[in-house]
């Protein structure tokens, strides 16, 4: 397992190896015990000799062989604690095989009802609080609509909030509601807002005292501790970046000297800075604020409450501990006891502790605005692919932030940003969060549907390989070298499958071979029931679900197929009124790749009995079929319960 320590503390002056870069193994990981799989993989790998690395690396056969005799031998007396699972993090469920027709690329993708498995968080604000607008966003894709109580008060999100409610009413989109808090963030507080000029050189003083007016000489922050935190020499980043996703508006200083609480800065690049907050940051530093603040409790006990909220996004979460306590506070506010948390890592000392907060944590936030500063640039890409691997195999959502900035103020994205949606969603992230550009920036909708179009564009491909529909296959001469491609039906022999970009069929092993054995029922029930999807080319999966695990223990094996997950509600009592579970659970799997989530009427039986009584299944067939998902003669597979047992069905429908 790649440990998050390990991530900052490689070192560069690594020897020069064809293909993916190995790092050693660190301190850390080398000190660190084996356990019996681990020792296991040791073993395997060391027994599997080059070839077998080659492989896992090397995607297509030939390149394979010419690759493996440069690749240095697997030292047997060293250990790679970190390297299988490095690999399959980093590239071997990728596998963008050789010879991919170039043309093929330019062919518009058909019109079809297949959805983007990957979700969309939008944050709504000033360019993106009209019900016109949201309902926009809504069919553009958004599943998730995100609150930064960083800004604006509770009275204006709640404005918004019912804005929302009109628009999925009007939409019938369903949409989930995230309150993000302000947490441990150091700001600058310019009330006047006037502009603020910073020259290159000169230098300005960052003070505690707030009744001060900002100036070009002065800046009133929000923490009184700072000065006891930095020293001379040390940077620290202020803007509006994290808001404007423009860097542009961003000033570095260095500290130069301490006067009691004051924090005498020089400034390194001119800038002017509008608004009334700037965010500051200072590189690796441990701020003494707690992750959850008064502010942020009275927004969740007040607004949070009021409006059910689905999940609370802890900003700046550091150590499992700061999980522990929100969920405790929130235990003991009703309804949101059943609030998922999600950890946003934004700062090395998150990072750190990573292992830990997944553990807590429903779900994880790769806070990349925060983040990208903390870390040195040459190390975010890691993060990413360790991250996104260990929520995948622990079954919990990764969603991705600061995607598409520059479309804050651009009707296109570059062309980085582009790659780096579906790179994203190819490392397996499961939604991708949208920030600035949906929030203040021009383009909300179009924003959104780029985005959306990308992660269509990736689902496509996913599933059209999971089906093995179009593929076409190449045959190899004896020799192995590549002859010519033909279509799959006129030759059976030496296949490579080309347009293949995730090999769902490794992924699933690696998945299966984590977690171990013996499997929990349910989830050996989750695993077989993609399994079966696939192998029977099934259009798509209807899971029953109540507290909506078993949906998730799906979505965990990645089918290729959406999952329909039918949430049957639950008479509950709290002793004081008997209510209907079901709306949380559904509402939560809008964060969750590839969940498309339905409440079911709690009258209906499971099944028909007769020909005439509505079902649930009925039902659900009957929604797939609306929306175009399944017709006529494809095949279905069903994962519920029957009397006490779970089951997995494969069903085919007549016409
Ligand atoms: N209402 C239902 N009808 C039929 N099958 C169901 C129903 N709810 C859940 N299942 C099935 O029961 C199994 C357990 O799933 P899951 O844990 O999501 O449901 P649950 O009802 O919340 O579970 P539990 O019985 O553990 O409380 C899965 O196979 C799931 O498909
Ligand atoms: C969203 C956010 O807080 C970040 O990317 O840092
Ligand atoms: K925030
Ligand atoms: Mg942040």
Redo the contacts with the bound molecule.
Sequence with gaps: MQSSACILSQKRKERFVPGPVRSKPCFRCEKAKLSGREKEEARERRQGGHCRLASDLYVSPDTAFLVAPLLPPLRSSSRFPDFDQGGSMHSTNLLLEEPIRMVSILEPSKPSFFPAMTKIVGTLGPKSRSVEVISACLKAGMSVARFDFSWGDIGYHQETLENLKVAVKGTKKLCAVMLDTVGPELQVVNKSEKAILLEADASVILTPDQEKEASSELLPINFTGLSKAVTPGDTIFMGQYLFTGSETTSVWLEVSELKGDDVVCTIKNSATLAGSLFTLHVSQLHISLPTLTEADKKAISTWGVRNKIDFLSLSYTRHAEDVREAREFLSKLGDLSQTQIFAKIESVEGLTHFDEILQEADGIILSRGNLGIDLPPEKVFLFQKAAVYKCNMAGKPAVVTRVVDSMTDNLRPTRAEATDVANAILDGSDAILLGAETLRGLYPVETISTVGRICYEVSLQLNKNGWLKFIVKTLLSPEGNIKRSLPLDLYGYNILQAEKVFNQDLYFKKTVKYVGEPMTH?ES?ASSAVRAAIKVKASIII?????????RLIAKYRPTMPVLSVV?PRLKTNQLRWSFSGAFEARQSLIVRGLFPMLADPRHP?ESTGASNESVLKVALDHGKASGLIKSHDRVVI???VGDA?VVKIIELED
């Design positions: 349910l029930i899971c029953f679900t109540s507290s909506g695990r078993a949906a049957v499971a994962c519920q319960k779970s």
